[in-house]
């Protein structure tokens, strides 16, 4: 139920015209959904580019058909050289991390619905708001241009290592105009996810609705201005970090560069800088930035986990708070990555022993996810099998986060094969699992019509299982000692065994690849003629469920909602079923013993 | 559909684990003094990081067979206990795992670096570059001369800069492409990066070490069985990075003084 208030001014007016509605649109949810749409622009190239780099991989010789269009000089003859493997390498990364799991759980998500989670009409700063997509899509376009330079695109990794990223055309292909493009897009890049996350931060404390205490937020709404925190402090340092390796590269500056290299048998002229600190920088923000893809994905995945379940979690609190001290640590491990890299060995020790904590918050929220599934109805949709298999995954590339939180382990495993099972399990598969439950499970509010449920438990089982067959193996390749980022294998250790498992990695990945398309067809196909869907298909209890599908464009018609109850009042008896709206006045009793 | 994703879950789970527990993939064996501690670290971690990931996706999935499609009107239930023994349970559980490897693995870390080299340890320097690495011996004098990055000069094999003409220290270096070690003996590798970073990885010496520029490092280590052990780089370094290596041979004592004065008389 909803009360009309006083008449209030609009944030922001109805829009008018094409461009104010469709592109410089003020209002979130078009802003959600543009940044939607630049994550999956940016995750099918990205896993183009892996397709690319693992058919290399394992048919080193092989012509692939169209490369030669893309560059002449990297891949002559449809063959990709060593240097265009690591090209690739670099956007892969970089497009990964930066435009699709920044963006598409946090950005994209967040944007469409925590003003409406939380009953505001739009965001605090719309025109900020509005101001960071663009900007953010300003960074992607800075960053494909790389491709098209004659240079093309920067080899130094998504990580960009100083010197070899801050010396310019003397440390090879792409390093002249390539890695100053990289740099440009990432400085364009924090601006814009600093502007967003002050406006998430700004949203959350201002505008949450009558009787909506923070304590009564949905979980999802928690975890996106939690993540909002982190992003704020994280690009905030890499920020001047690029600007600084910027200035080394073209104006003459030595931040990251120190004296007597002598690189493609030139001597830099360069002296009194210090590559670690580029280390220290990046890492400052990279680490952290593992917690802007998961955590947003773990709240999307509790948020579902409970309306499937039919049941409240062991305890939501405990979540939340989980979630707090994920993000307070995520700031004293960045040295993890860095254990081999020649810091004093004393802060090994040190940054190891957070890294290992972290691990107590980890466990405590997989064991409420586990321990709240006892004895729930759970309702298997596509969005559930999504929301369960991020538990699955999340688990599987945590334990290996044990291993490589310890220095004396990371001593041999650091920059193998293990390294990349890890991190692809943990924050990317993990990560995306959270945006496909939560692209399946709102899709409907945000279009007003259905996905096709069949299609899209195909898409869950082929990717659950490709993801294991593609991810897993990186392990193994890591225990025997198999080296990361090389272009081909010219080790002597590399015998056929482990050729036939690398070779079932690119198949795998091909298959799970292609299975995204399905994915792409049912959203596509969807959207225009989909089934169309209810105010509230999934007899869920949050704000998002008691307007409209598709909402209209200042989310709750100008009326304002009053908040009655915490958000998930599931197994109870109410007037219209087993729950009781977040709005409703009506008493919740509950009927789980 | 949700009994035939536990049964999948269960499927992918024990298949994931098989090749651990057979010890297919293993590591390669260890030639060092300080590996076993790293060795047992991994295996100790293994055990444990395997049990949990084994227990939680079979509890995954059982729930998951047993809560789904439920019969219209079967009461839900909470969890014995709530999420209060779940929280104790983590953070005990977790608390003594991390207690333990954490001393434990502040032994085999200490073991790499805080135990200073002995004194008559073996001093080489090793110096890498884009894409090759050369190793110096200090020669009859026990001096390395110093280095000139303006005298580096590939095509006359100056590799490291030195300058013989004007510095006796210099005039008996010995320059290597291979890190030819005596068995059973000490050795402190001094660490000079040319150019860019680059590392140093002999998987069977269980010794990852990166080189920074500007930063001049140093590992030690005794190698304790005779061979041939390929050194790899694992710090991406450029456009040849992925055919950047070269050996370390660890030779008997008697063949490794032969060596030394082979290349001696040919330097």
């Not at chain 1, 931060?201 to 999802?220: C, E, H, Q, V, Y």
């Not at chain 1, 990555?337 to 040190?350: D, E, I, K, R, T």
């Not at chain 1, 009042?569 to 087993?578: A, E, N």
């Amino acid at each position: 139920m909803q009360e009309t208030s006083a008449p209030q001014a609009h944030v922001h007016a109805p829009p008018e015209g094409f461009i104010r509605k469709y592109v410089f649109s003020l209002d979130h949810k078009v802003i959600g959904k543009q940044y939607y749409a630049l994550a999956l622009v940016a995750v099918f190239i990205g896993m183009g580019l892996s397709w690319l780099m693992r058919i290399h991989l394992v048919w080193p010789n092989s012509r692939i058909p169209g490369l030669e269009l893309l560059s002449k000089v990297g891949a002559p003859g449809g063959v990709m050289t060593p240097e265009y493997y690591l090209s690739l390498l670099t956007m892969h990364g970089t497009l990964m991390v930066f435009f699709v799991l920044t963006n598409a759980p946090f950005a994209a998500f967040g944007n469409y619905f925590l003003p409406i989670q939380i009953g505001a009409e739009d965001m605090a700063f719309p025109r900020f708001n509005m101001m960071s997509f663009w900007t953010t899509f300003l960074a992607f376009v800075v960053l494909i241009l790389a491709f098209f330079i004659p240079d093309g695109p920067p080899i130094a990794g998504w990580t960009s290592y100083a010197p070899l990223s801050a010396v310019g055309k003397d440390a090879g292909p792409g390093m002249q105009w390539g890695a100053s493009l990289w740099g440009l897009s990432i400085a364009i890049f924090c601006i814009a996810s600093l502007l967003g996350s002050l406006n998430f931060i700004a949203t959350t404390l201002d505008l949450r609705a009558k009787g909506m205490t923070l304590m009564r937020m949905p979980i999802s709404t928690w975890a996106w201005f939690i993540t909002s925190c982190i992003s704020l402090l994280a690009f905030a340092v890499l920020l001047p970090a690029c600007i600084l390796l910027i200035l080394d590269r073209h104006a003459g500056t030595s931040f990251f560069i120190p004296a007597g290299l002598v690189i493609s048998d030139r001597l830099q002229p360069h002296s009194g800088g210090s590559p670690l600190l580029w280390q220290h920088l990046f890492w400052f923000f990279g680490h952290p930035e593992v917690y802007i893809a998961i955590l947003p994905a773990m709240g999307i995945v509790s948020h579902i986990l409970i309306n499937s379940m039919r049941k409240p979690l062991l305890s939501a609190k405990v979540i939340i708070y989980s979630m707090m001290s994920i993000g307070f640590l995520s700031y004293m491990v960045w040295g993890h990555h860095m254990f081999v890299s020649g810091m004093n060995p004393m802060s090994s020790l040190a940054f190891s022993f957070p890294t290992l904590t972290i691990t107590i918050p980890a466990t405590v929220m997989t064991l409420i996810w586990l321990g709240s599934l006892y004895g729930a109805d759970i309702q298997i949709t596509s969005a559930s099998l999504f929301a369960l298999g991020f538990i699955s995954m999340f688990v599987s590339g945590g334990v290996s986060g044990f291993f490589l939180a310890q220095p004396s382990i990371d001593i041999y495993l650091h920059g193998t094969y293990f390294v990349v099972g890890h991190f692809h399990l943990v924050m990317g598969v993990a990560a995306l699992f959270g945006v496909f439950a939560g692209t399946y499970f709102w899709f409907p509010k945000m279009t007003g019509r259905m996905m096709n449920d069949g299609w899209g438990k195909i898409h869950f089982f082929i990717t659950f299982i490709g993801a294991y067959c593609v991810f897993m193996p990186f392990h193994y390749l890591g225990l025997v000692g198999n080296v990361r980022r090389y272009s081909s294998f010219v080790d002597d250790f590399m015998g056929p065994d482990l050729m036939n498992l690398h070779r079932f990695i690119t198949i795998s990945a091909l298959v799970t690849g292609a299975a995204q398309f399905i994915f792409l067809f049912n959203l596509i196909y969807s959207r225009f003629k989909g089934t169309p869907a209810s105010d509230n298909p999934w007899n869920g209890t949050t704000l998002e469920w008691s307007m409209p599908s598709p909402p209209p464009w200042d989310n709750f018609g100008g009326k304002h909602p009053i908040v009655y109850h915490d958000p998930y009042q599931y197994g109870v008896k109410g007037s219209k079923g087993d729950f009781v709206m977040q709005d409703s006045p009506e008493q919740a009793i509950s009927s789980v013993d | 559909m949700g009994k035939i994703f536990a049964v999948v879950l269960v499927i992918v789970a024990l298949v994931s684990a098989y090749p651990i527990i057979i010890n297919k993939y293993a590591m390669p064996e260890d030639i060092s003094t300080h590996g076993h501690m790293i060795d047992d670290q991994l295996h100790e971690t293994m055990w444990e990081a395997g049990l949990s990931f084994i227990g939680a996706q079979l509890v995954l999935a059982f729930f998951i067979w047993s809560f789904t499609n439920r019969k219209a009107g079967s009461p839900l239930k909470s969890f014995p206990g709530g999420a209060k023994v779940m929280v104790i349970a983590a953070v005990v559980l977790v608390g003594t795992e991390i207690l333990a490897l954490g001393v434990m693995g502040q032994k085999a870390w200490g073991s790499v670096y805080f135990t200073a080299p002995k004194a008559d340890a073996l001093q080489i320097q090793a110096q890498a570059g884009q894409f090759a690495y050369y190793f110096r011996y200090p020669g009859a004098d026990g001096k390395f001369g110093a280095l000139h990055p303006d005298k580096i000069d590939e095509g006359n094999q100056n590799y490291f800069g030195l300058d013989p003409a004007n510095e006796v220290e210099a005039r008996d270096d010995i320059v290597s492409a291979e890190l030819v070690v005596p068995l059973n003996r000490e050795v402190q590798l001094l660490m000079h990066a040319k150019d860019v970073g680059h590392s140093f990885y002999v998987r069977e010496l269980r010794i990852q070490q990166d080189f920074v520029p500007g930063l001049d490092l140093a590992v030690h280590f005794t190698a304790t069985k005779v061979g041939r052990y390929e050194i790899v780089c694992t710090q991406l370094c450029g456009l040849g990075h992925y055919n950047m290596k070269a050996y370390l041979n660890v030779m008997a004592q008697p063949e490794y003084d032969k060596w030394m004065k082979d290349q001696a008389a040919a330097q």
